[in-house]
């Protein structure tokens, strides 16, 4: 008997054959309750690695004082070992250890529980000394901003250029031009200031100011790169995975429309939300705003580290929550499945797919 409709199902997979049925499919496609449960995972996921993406220079600027080059320095250091050991890793442990569906899903379970405390990563931060210029009040809000003085009053400095660097007497400046500096050189990639006019316990040799923000002697700088990049490790270790039990748990005529899909709802849900909640939560904890000349808002001239770290931890807390969860409740869907087929054929052997 022939078919009258192009879509039909077999087993429990779908087929189609014109691209107006591709909706069709979808809606077939978030019923199936592992797969919507494994993307929702992987959008928590987004959330978080594009939100530390968009703001990690911000973070070590604010918190640890490093200037640009150091920044991108670290950030390297952190983002490409971490993605080759961890997506690397993740495909090694498939293959050499067999693993079927439910052993995936323990794995990942596992692997972003044991990522969860490595979020206290966010707590850590130095100490930097006031910006020159902004006078607090008792309740740390800034009162005033003056950033023009009298040594500095011929630079023509601009206001809205910021650049912090730290003088040789453990004060930061706005930046070097506020600092009345007139003579740059560039070392071992780290820019430093001479004949700076504001800064008056001058050094004998030396630059007289850095880039960067003081710090007060700070040695937390070491623990925070350890512990995001073992977060980090973490993570990367479970992409392979997720992507290979989500090709496990959708029937092979849609698999490439999962995987579409999955990557679609990881934009809309995950990279795309993460960096407006993450610079949400880091304005939150901005003490003063710098005022452009036409009236808008520009940097945030001074941060409460406390409550910036508190805001990104209590995000990254939640959202990995989140993804602990779905990934339990993916889990459990799985384990259902594969009794439920035991049961209905008792001579069934566990196969490596379920």
């Known amino acids: 008997m022939k078919r009258n409709n192009s879509l039909y199902t077999r087993g429990n997979g779908i087929k189609f054959e014109k691209i107006s049925e591709m909706p069709v499919v979808f809606?077939?496609?978030?019923?199936?309750?592992?797969?919507?449960f494994l993307t929702l995972a992987a959008c928590c996921e987004g959330i978080?690695?594009?939100?530390?993406?968009?703001?990690?220079?911000?973070l070590l600027?604010?918190?640890?004082?490093?200037?640009?080059?150091?920044?991108?320095?670290?950030?390297?250091?952190?983002?490409?070992?971490?993605?080759?050991?961890?997506?690397?890793?993740?495909?090694?442990?498939?293959?050499?250890f067999g693993m079927n569906l439910q052993q995936m899903l323990v794995m990942i379970v596992c692997l972003v529980s044991l990522s969860f405390p490595c979020i206290g990563a966010m707590f850590i931060y130095c100490d930097n000394?006031?910006?020159?210029?902004?006078?607090?009040?008792?309740?740390?809000?800034?009162?005033?901003?003056?950033?023009?003085?009298?040594?500095?009053k011929d630079c023509d400095c601009d206001d809205t250029f910021f650049f912090p660097v730290c003088g040789h007497d453990n004060l930061t400046y706005f930046s070097a031009c506020?600092?009345?500096?007139?003579?740059?050189?560039?070392?071992?990639?780290?820019?430093?200031?001479?004949?700076?006019?504001?800064?008056?316990?001058?050094?004998?040799?030396?630059p007289e100011?850095?880039?960067?923000?003081?710090?007060?002697?700070?040695?937390?700088?070491?623990?925070?790169?350890?512990?995001?990049?073992?977060?980090?490790?973490l993570s990367f270790f479970c992409v392979i995975p997720t992507i290979t039990a989500t090709?496990?748990?959708?029937?092979?005529?849609?698999?490439?429309?999962?995987?579409?899909?999955?990557?679609?709802?990881?934009?809309?849900?995950?990279?795309?939300?993460?960096?407006?909640?993450?610079?949400?939560?880091?304005?939150?904890?901005?003490?003063?705003?710098?005022?452009?000349?036409?009236?808008?808002?520009?940097?945030?001239?001074?941060?409460?580290h406390l409550t910036l770290s508190r805001n990104l931890a209590c995000l990254m807390f939640f959202s990995k929550g989140l993804q602990i969860t779905f990934f339990a409740i993916a889990l459990k869907l799985a384990i259902k499945t594969q009794r439920e087929r035991m049961a209905e054929d008792p001579g069934l052997?566990?196969?490596?797919?379920?």
């Open 247 to 304: 090709l496990r748990v959708v029937h092979g005529d849609v698999r490439s429309l999962a995987i579409a899909l999955q990557w679609v709802m990881g934009r809309l849900l995950g990279t795309i939300p993460g960096p407006l909640l993450f610079g949400k939560a880091i304005d939150e904890s901005c003490g003063y705003w710098q005022r452009n000349s036409d009236g808008s808002l520009g940097n945030c001239l001074h941060y409460d």
């Open 178 to 206: 506020h600092a009345g500096c007139s003579r740059k050189e560039v070392k071992d990639s780290i820019d430093m200031f001479y004949d700076c006019k504001c800064i008056l316990n001058k050094p004998s040799s030396g």
């Open 129 to 152: 000394n006031d910006l020159v210029g902004l006078s607090e009040s008792d309740n740390n809000m800034i009162e005033k901003i003056k950033l023009q003085s009298e040594c500095n």
């Open 61 to 96: 600027l604010q918190q640890f004082g490093l200037g640009p080059k150091k920044q991108a320095i670290y950030k390297a250091t952190l983002a490409i070992p971490s993605s080759l050991i961890g997506i690397l890793g993740g495909g090694w442990a498939i293959k050499y």
């Open 349 to 354: 052997v566990r196969s490596t797919i379920w």
């Open 27 to 36: 809606i077939r496609l978030f019923k199936n309750f592992k797969f919507l």
């Open 209 to 233: 100011a850095v880039e960067g923000f003081c710090m007060d002697n700070c040695p937390s700088l070491v623990f925070f790169i350890m512990l995001v990049f073992t977060y980090q490790t």
């Open 48 to 58: 978080i690695f594009s939100g530390m993406a968009a703001f990690m220079t911000k």
